[in-house]
């Protein structure tokens, strides 16, 4: 290193200190790691991460040249990079600019949404599943709306005719993960899009597509078309998951202009890490990196559902996403500890009605047969 500009090997050597850092998220999806347990995990074993759905092979190779090409300008904002982002996601969906929130991630566009979900229809109701993502209707809750959750159908998918039937003049928002997190089940894209253009007739549909790049009848999959055609729809996206961009921080949300205007408005701060934007537009145009990601990840939940079958486990079946939502046959804070002990981390969230399912992402190979032996043990116990 000289005087203060960082090298590349100096930058690897920064980044492999930061691996160890254990990172939380909103709303119980954190990794499982009490104090308690800590005690449990061998410094020198290697533990398997299987916990926060992450691409584990990493960003794109153009990503990586980009971040280190933009170290040593990371005093700057990235206005004119931003800017050059939207322009870009605006012609890979075909949709207008003014039409696109950009979000350090997706979350806090998921956020912004509950909150004015709320505040639009004071009292009203936000219409949703049982088991889902809960970032958007916890900020709904926060501002005194009331969630109405509709139990999974049968195959632990979103029952929309359930929530068809829960829909009035009180509701004030529908949300639907596509493919549903933490089940990994996903909708017929024919079926979500006709329930959607149905629905939006009587309030704001939210679709939450973190995932949906991974389904096997992609791009079919995306209702992005809905949003497209101006309907009262919003679809959301992320690089975090599919692009391996957890720690740069970059997702997106399409909705109509007048939406999009006060969301944006919500949204106002410092801007976009400078880093994450540079990644995201170089990792968009690598087709290369996308078809080799989704082509490991889906290797890898196949992987997965075999070791889940051979510890005769039961688990939702046909998850188009990069994980198994797994019935383990006991409490998951027993299984949470357990597994943890076994040095493999995973989520320790449950949800009511499903106390003793776990959702288990796909790792390497080398992490999967560590879960495969880890789970041998722990149902040996």
Request: charged share 20%; glycine share 8%; hydrophobic share 45%.
């Amino acid at each position: 290193m000289t005087g203060m500009t960082l090298g590349r090997r100096g930058l690897l050597r920064f980044a492999g200190a930061l691996s160890g850092a254990v990172a939380t998220g909103a709303s119980g999806w954190v990794l499982a790691t009490p104090a308690a347990a800590k005690a449990d995990v061998a410094a020198s074993e290697t533990i398997a991460n299987l916990s926060l759905n992450e691409n584990p092979w990493g960003p794109s190779p153009r990503a990586q040249r980009a971040m280190l090409e933009n170290i040593a300008s990371n005093h700057r904002y990235a206005g004119a990079e931003t800017q050059a982002l939207t322009q870009k996601i605006a012609e890979l969906e075909n949709v207008s600019p003014d039409t696109i929130v950009l979000g350090p991630g997706s979350s806090p566009l998921l956020r912004i949404m509950g909150d004015q979900f709320a505040t639009d229809l004071p009292g009203g109701e936000l219409i949703t599943a049982t088991a889902t993502f809960e970032v958007l209707f916890r900020a709904f809750e926060a501002r005194g709306g009331k969630v109405v959750h509709v139990p999974l159908d049968d195959e632990l998918r979103f029952d929309l005719d359930a929530m068809t039937a829960r829909l009035g003049s009180s509701t004030a928002g529908v949300y639907v993960c596509n493919p549903n997190n933490p089940t990994g089940t996903a909708l017929p894209s024919d079926v979500l899009r006709s329930f959607a253009t149905e629905a939006a007739k009587a309030a704001p549909v939210f679709i939450d597509e973190a995932y949906v790049d991974m389904m096997d009848d992609w791009p079919r999959s995306s209702c992005m078309d809905l949003a497209r055609a101006g309907h009262d729809v919003v679809i959301c996206r992320t690089l975090s998951k599919l692009h391996g961009l957890a720690g740069a921080r970059i997702g997106y949300a399409v909705m109509r202009k007048e939406r999009a205007d006060r969301v944006r408005a919500a949204a106002r701060s410092g801007g976009l890490p400078r880093m994450g934007v540079v990644a995201a537009l170089a990792s968009i145009d690598d087709e290369a990196f996308i078809t080799e990601s989704r082509r490991r990840l889906r290797a890898g939940r196949l992987a997965l559902e075999r070791v889940m079958a051979e510890a005769g486990l039961e688990y939702a079946h046909d998850s188009q996403a990069n994980y198994l939502y797994v019935n383990t046959g006991m409490p998951n804070e027993r299984f949470v500890a357990l597994m943890h002990k076994q040095n493999v981390l995973v989520v320790r969230r449950s949800f009511q009605g499903y106390d003793n399912w776990n959702r288990i992402c796909v790792g390497t190979d080398a992490e999967i047969e560590h879960c495969r032996r880890a789970l041998a043990n722990v149902l040996a116990a």
